[in-house]
């Protein structure tokens, strides 16, 4: 019984910077520059591991021209590494590292092929009965649908088709479009695709249409664990197709409902529990989190009165759960305060004037944001803990103004 595996990876983006840790001075800058690198060299590893026949890339192994030569460098010792271990490397380029945004190039090793743009090509890998067909992408934006010029599948071969496409994903840029439809009716056993950065095993009958997903997650709209597909082929069929991690930094946006927590110790071990359960789940990894806060709780006020205190509070307990491991892209606050804003303007009393006014000027701001209501908020917020210097400053933008009416209403509903 003949057996073989390769391994199907796509969009590595080489030397791509990881976005949204550059405000944290904490954070690990020299992991986040070599992050692509390092989840390139665990494809490589997995390979050699694996003793796989070749690898397959599918698109956008750079992330646009190299900024000096290092990218290509890199690029030819890991192929070589390969190479050393009998293995082949075929590369098929994408919209990020299409013929006409590459302008630098190195002699790549022997064992490595790159895909024609000019026209669809085929390799024949004879010792294991394998056809490979592709085309790279001559420029960034191909509009076409690059398959109807794919050659039909050699008999008594597995054929395997590379295409970077988005497959009519609303997330991606409709490059090469194509359909399920289309894939299946070319007669290939697998489609090796890359574009979409989530995996998805499209189909896996007649054919196996398949994302692996990128190679490393490069920001906080990337989560969850980010790798390749090893595929293992029996008798010429396709047996299976596993996912492997490769990331080496993994991005999570957990929400954490506050309702529970009766003060701010309460909400911070909270905080502390869902970034140790990500820390779980990333296996080792370190993490970088979007933290959103919701419920309708009893620390509402404490956020609105001084949410930088909070975020602060919120980094030290990451620290104490996974020191050097945890960073905070960012928290959000979406809490709403325990009294009902409804019912707060309800109310017969000052307070309930006060709400309605509030309700008034979210629905409806004057130009010149409180005007009239000035000189009598002054008054109503004397004693209170509210910066009222802020409150009657003009044209805050929304998210400002949303912040402002949250502080007022928290501290209402403690009045």
């Known amino acids: 019984m003949s057996h073989f595996c390769f391994v199907h990876a796509a969009d590595i983006h080489l030397d791509s910077p990881l976005r949204g840790l550059e405000a944290d001075p ?42 000096d030569y290092r990218t290509g460098l890199f690029l030819v010792e890991e192929a070589a590494r390969l190479g050393r271990a009998g293995i082949r490397l075929y590369i098929l380029h994408g919209n990020h590292d299409a013929a006409s945004i590459i302008t630098r190039n190195l002699r790549l090793p022997d064992n490595t092929r790159v895909f024609s743009a000019a026209k669809a090509e085929s390799f024949i890998l004879g010792d294991h009965a394998v056809a490979l067909h592709g085309r790279s992408f001559p420029t960034r934006a191909v509009t076409e649908d690059l398959t109807r010029s794919y050659p039909p599948p050699v008999p008594g071969h597995l054929n395997i088709g590379l295409l970077h496409t988005a497959l009519g994903s609303r997330d991606h840029d409709d490059y090469a479009p194509t359909t399920v439809e289309a894939l299946i009716a070319q007669g290939y056993d697998y489609w090796a695709l890359g574009h979409v950065h989530a995996r998805s095993h499209v189909a896996n009958t007649p054919c196996h249409i398949v994302f692996p997903g990128n190679l490393q997650g490069r920001h906080v709209r990337e989560t969850g664990a980010k790798g390749a597909s090893l595929v293992t082929v029996e008798d010429g069929r396709i047996a299976a197709v596993e996912h492997r991690a490769l990331d080496v930094l993994r991005w999570a946006r957990p929400t954490v409902d506050l309702s529970p927590a009766a003060d701010v110790d309460g909400a911070l071990s909270l905080i502390g529990r869902t970034i140790a359960t990500e820390l779980d789940a990333a296996e080792g990894r370190p993490i970088a989190l979007r933290l959103t806060l919701t419920g309708r709780s009893a620390v509402q006020p404490a956020l609105a009165r001084d949410f930088e205190d909070f975020r602060q509070k919120a980094i030290a307990e990451g620290r104490q759960h996974g020191a050097g491991r945890v960073w905070l892209e960012s928290l959000r606050d979406e809490t709403r305060p325990l009294a009902d804003p409804a019912l707060l303007a309800e109310r017969p009393d000052v307070t309930g004037r006060l709400a309605r006014i509030i309700a ?56």
């Open 26 to 67: 904490d954070a690990p800058a020299d992991a986040i520059r070599q992050a692509t690198r390092a989840a390139f060299r665990n494809l490589i590893d997995l390979a050699i591991d694996e003793r796989a026949a070749f690898v397959l890339i599918a698109g956008d192994l750079y992330d646009g021209d190299w900024q």
């Open 360 to 415: 008034e000027i979210a629905a409806d701001p004057p130009a010149d944001f409180l005007g009239d209501y000035a000189e009598r908020l002054r008054d109503k917020l004397r004693g209170i803990d509210i910066p009222a210097d802020h409150l009657l400053a003009t044209g805050p933008d929304e998210a400002t103004m949303a912040r402002l009416r949250a502080m007022v209403l928290a501290a209402l509903a403690e009045a």
